[in-house]
């Protein structure tokens, strides 16, 4: 939602059960031009927001010139004083994805190795060309954690993961509840972030830019899944073969489209086998 519309949009979306307060409404009215201007965005758009136990994130982006750069993000609890938030990194991605449950409100909250599974921890630090020594010992420790004390220093001594003369061991936190944060704002995007065909187009240069002659998709194209785009890094694109992507117009078809998109879930799956064995009706 836009800084400049959203009274309306949020209107728009009340009549679902999804909305905010009057006194938010008006704190988001008031705040989100000041971050505009102290920030020097050109656009601000309203996110969304995240709850959890102790409290609500509201969201902000920022965006520049160049729509497909990458976007800041901007996080508050009262709708007026907002923080940026940094960028996201595969790391984040990675381990956000083996936390479950509800966010507890708190951004310095701790999440420690112990919460994670321990097979998808080693999984993840070993996956790397070279191991990290406290990533690797970190690692070891939240697989020996149901041990007892004493068999786990005498496994640590067999696999010789911590020297003899280290006198303690400490666990320390893997990811903070901000960066779950950063990461799952991330992989939202990712995964819903669609825009139909046309709406942007890229420039010579490489940057892309709202089309100001676009209105909209006609019934017909509107219909077709291939008049969607991932509004992300194109993946698919690149692998299309000359002959396939002589058909593509470059200034407006330079993100993936939802036609070769699989969807997952076991309805899917029916489907797929009901259309391999000649019956489409699910």
């Known amino acids: ?43 601000v758009w309203f996110w969304g927001c995240i ?28 709708c007026l004083d907002w923080s940026l ?30 919460e994670i599974n321990a097979e998808a921890a080693a999984r993840l630090v070993q996956s790397g060309k ?30 010789k993961a911590l020297p003899l003369k280290f006198p303690y061991f400490s666990l320390k936190p893997v990811i903070k509840e901000e960066d779950r944060l950063i990461a799952t704002i991330e992989q939202i995007d990712r995964a819903v972030g669609i825009v139909p065909r046309g709406a942007f187009v890229k420039t010579p240069l490489g940057s892309v830019h709202e089309n100001r002659y676009f209105e909209g998709l006609s019934l017909v194209e509107a219909k077709k899944l291939r008049s969607y785009f991932h509004f992300t890094e194109p993946a698919n694109l690149k692998n299309k073969t000359l002959l396939e992507k002589a058909d593509l117009d470059p200034s407006t078809d330079f993100l993936d489209s939802l036609e070769h998109d699989i969807p997952r879930g076991k309805g899917s799956k029916i489907k797929r086998c009901n259309e391999r064995e000649g019956n489409r009706e699910v």
Do not use: C, W
């Open 51 to 78: 709850q959890g136990l102790r409290g609500a994130y509201y969201i902000a982006e920022g965006l520049g010139p160049d729509r497909a750069a990458p976007r800041s993000r901007l996080y508050s609890f009262n």
């Open 130 to 159: 070279e191991v990290n020594p406290a990533k690797r010992f970190r690692t070891q420790f939240a697989t020996f954690v149901p041990l007892t004390l004493h068999s786990l220093f005498s496994e640590m001594k067999t696999r």
């Open 1 to 43: 939602m836009e800084a400049q519309s959203l009274p309306a949009a949020l209107a728009l979306v009340a009549g679902g059960g999804a909305g905010l307060s009057p006194e938010r409404r008006a704190a988001l009215g008031a705040s989100l031009p000041l971050v505009q201007r102290d920030y020097r965005f050109e656009r």
């Open 85 to 114: 938030l940094t960028p996201a990194t595969e790391e984040m991605l990675a381990l956000a994805e083996q936390l479950k449950g509800h966010f507890q409100g708190d951004p310095s909250f701790e999440y420690s190795l112990a």
